[in-house]
């Protein structure tokens, strides 16, 4: 291995991060990791002008927006280190660049759920985007009755240094869908609830209540187009 492979794959600071009490701090400042986290903006800039152009355009031709809105973020220092830790990972850039998939996210929210499926496959067919991985939690939804489209895909940044693929978490989901995973967000924080069963279930009923109510404002729709 020439040197600096090794270098970059020898955990950076490793014992320094594991003896500190703030682990996040000392990880937020290597330059290794602040330049990582930059590139992870550019490839979240580049991905967010697709959407916009492809919402644009739709809206151009067919008078109303596939796209409701767009949330971007990268993963904190802190949430990184939580998973590496989790799926037993050394802290190195390869674990970052290799074993993780969702440093860098986007959520995308929808008005109907036919929206949701035309802009993933208009974004995954640009000849500049790979796809990665593919979750289909609409067609599958999660036993809790969470619902979204997951995709990994990869795209090309450009920097000074030359052409870098940079993979990004994209999450599509429409705005009903949207309204439930955010109280199950919460819920999830509050496990010692002690009617937490009880939550779940009627939160699960929430969810297929609320699918049924996209298929029927989709249909809405249809008819008044
Ligand atoms: P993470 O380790 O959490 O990233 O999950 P994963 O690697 O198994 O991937 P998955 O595609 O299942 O989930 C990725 C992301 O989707 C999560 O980080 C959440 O943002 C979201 N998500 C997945 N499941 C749920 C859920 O049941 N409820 C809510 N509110 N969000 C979820
Ligand atoms: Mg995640």
Redesign the pocket.
């Known amino acids: 291995m020439d040197k600096i492979t090794e270098e970059v794959l020898i955990p950076f600071l490793f014992e320094d991060i594991k003896t500190s009490e703030r682990p996040e701090i000392i990880l937020a400042n290597v330059p290794e990791f602040k330049e990582l986290m930059m590139q992870y903006e550019c490839a979240i800039m580049e991905v967010n002008t697709k959407l916009h152009v492809l919402n644009n355009e739709f809206s151009h031709m067919y008078q109303r927006n596939p796209i409701e809105s767009i949330k971007t973020r990268i993963k904190t220092p802190a949430s990184i280190l939580e998973?590496l830790n989790?799926?037993n990972l050394p802290i190195c850039i390869d674990s970052l660049e290799n074993g993780l998939?969702?440093i860098a996210?986007i959520?995308v929210i929808c008005p109907f759920p036919d929206d949701i499926y035309n802009v993933a496959e208009l974004l995954t067919n640009q000849d500049d985007v790979m796809t990665v991985?593919r979750?289909d939690?609409i067609k599958n939804p999660?036993k809790?009755?969470?619902r979204?489209l997951?995709l990994i895909i990869e795209i090309p940044i450009f920097l000074a240094s030359g052409k870098k693929h940079m993979k990004v978490?994209v999450?599509l989901r429409t705005i009903a869908m949207d309204f439930?995973?955010?109280?199950?967000?919460k819920l999830?924080y509050k496990q010692n609830l002690k009617n937490s069963e009880e939550i779940a279930l009627e939160l699960r009923e929430c969810a297929d209540i609320i699918a049924g109510v996209d298929l029927k404002m989709q249909n809405i729709r249809k008819k008044i187009q």
């Open positions: 998973k989790r799926r998939t969702d996210g959520r991985a979750k939690y999660k809790n009755g969470y979204s997951h978490e999450q439930w995973a955010s109280l199950d967000h999830r």
